[in-house]
């Protein structure tokens, strides 16, 4: 058996080999074109662990026959990302093609490593490709963002879960040797979490028991096999996306005893304090919103306080507040008045702006009467005076719809007295 691991062995050669991400990689697909017109942007490539984003990484490069540098962000420093830039002037200055370099879990990088990829990054000296399981916009500063393209990888589904074991029997040599058959996929495909390296791990690991036994797979010999080896293809225990999707739904569903246990879980599977405090910052808008203001603030100060005290004493801050959030009125009203906005924008494009709602700094715009006509609300009784501030052709168009609780009640009250039957209120 080869010392190399199963996960690597399989890892796809060419980009004709790559299973998955359709949507970015289909033909057609915006990376797919921009691959094939030898043109890339620098990017960053954001999904879940195992959906390959370090082996799409690897293909680019391949297919675009460019230099290729890999950094690890939890190994590397400012020195070595200068050292790499510097080769890469040096190769420029041969005329040499443009290298890629690759930064996996690039969100781990400090400020100040990030900001030594600036300049490369936007003279072109570098095409950057980092690669990250967490939100780009709160782990990457954002000059660097907006000199990237962001795509984003999605959890692999069961037809290319299916695809991957299959080309593994077929193809791996040490698997040929087994003779492996398999009778059912169901506990490869919820074991490996849309993971397809921890698939091909299980894979391994259970191909060399059936093997010996000369059993095929089942659902039961895997789940079995697997149990008795579990630390050995999956270090953290529990599925990351499992355990953070039950406990945003028990939030959600006002309950803070599932919801205190599932924080449990994912404290003792080590996950970043810092991940769970923003799922709790988007859950005080998304879930809360207006029903009850007071969330957020109390989110936004438990990310703050859990980036200043550290581990463990954060933990304390993290039950309170999500014991707070899941206890809370609930309310998605402001989530959906988002939702149907840019929904309506997508509809209905630019609208013009009234010539009232212009601002008007210079004096041809004064001219073309910016600004005219608009009444100053803190000028009339109560601060409102009726006025249109929609496109003419949205008038009355309403977006917002205050939830049902005592918080929106009062709001959908204030709103109604104010416009008096115009947003339907």
């Known amino acids: 058996m080869s010392k190399i691991p199963l996960a690597e062995r399989m890892r796809p050669k060419e980009l004709s080999d790559y299973i998955g991400q359709e949507h970015i990689m289909g033909k057609g697909a915006v990376l797919h074109d921009a691959i094939s017109s030898q043109n890339i942007p620098s990017m960053i490539l954001w999904g879940p662990p195992g959906v390959g984003k370090t082996t799409l990484a690897l293909l680019i490069a391949h297919s675009l026959d460019r230099p290729f540098y890999s950094l690890s962000a939890v190994q590397s420093g400012v020195k070595d990302v200068r050292e790499v ?37 936007e003279r072109g000296t570098v095409t950057l490709i980092g690669a990250t399981t967490e939100n780009p916009s709160f782990e990457v500063i954002s000059a660097l963002l907006s000199r990237c393209q962001v795509y984003v990888l999605r959890e692999l589904g069961k037809k290319d879960l299916v695809r991957i074991v299959d ?23 919820q074991l490996s979490g849309g993971d397809a390296r921890k698939l091909l791990n299980i894979l391994e690991l259970v191909s060399k028991a059936a093997g010996h036994l000369g059993q095929p797979l089942t659902n039961e010999f895997v789940a079995k096999h697997v149990q008795q080896n579990r630390l050995r293809y999956d270090k953290d225990g529990d599925q990351h996306y499992d355990i953070i999707s039950a406990f945003i739904k028990s939030v959600r ?10 924080l449990a879980r994912m404290i003792e599977g080590g996950e ?18 207006n029903a009850n203001p007071n969330a957020l603030l109390l989110a936004n100060n438990c990310f703050q306080a859990v980036n200043v005290i550290g581990w463990p004493e954060s933990r304390i801050i993290l039950s309170q507040t999500v014991t707070y959030l899941a206890s809370s009125a609930k309310s998605n009203a402001a989530y959906e008045a988002i939702n149907k ?30 600004g005219t006509d608009y009444l100053y609300p803190h000028a009339y009784a109560g601060n409102f005076v009726e006025q249109e501030f929609m496109p003419d052709e949205l008038s009355g168009h309403k977006l917002y719809d205050p939830g049902k609780n005592p918080a929106e009640d009062k709001l959908r009250q204030t709103l109604k007295e104010k416009w008096k039957g115009k947003y339907g209120y």
């Open 85 to 121: 830039i510097l080769k890469a002037e040096q190769m420029s200055a041969f005329n040499q093609e443009r290298p890629i370099l690759f930064i996996d879990e690039i969100h781990r990088f400090s400020k100040s490593q990030q900001d030594s990829l600036l300049g490369a990054v």
């Open 167 to 189: 080309r593994a029997i077929q193809d791996d040599e040490f698997l040929k040797q087994e003779n492996l058959k398999i009778e059912e996929y169901e506990a490869l495909l």
């Open 253 to 262: 569903g006002s309950d803070p005893n599932a919801a205190v246990y599932w």
């Open 272 to 289: 970043d304090p810092k991940f769970i405090a923003r799922r709790l910052l988007i859950l005080a808008s998304e879930d809360i919103g």
């Open 341 to 370: 906005a840019q929904a309506l924008l997508k509809k209905t494009g630019n609208l013009t702006i009234p010539i009232h709602l212009r601002n008007a700094p210079t004096k041809l715009m004064k001219e073309l009467d910016y």
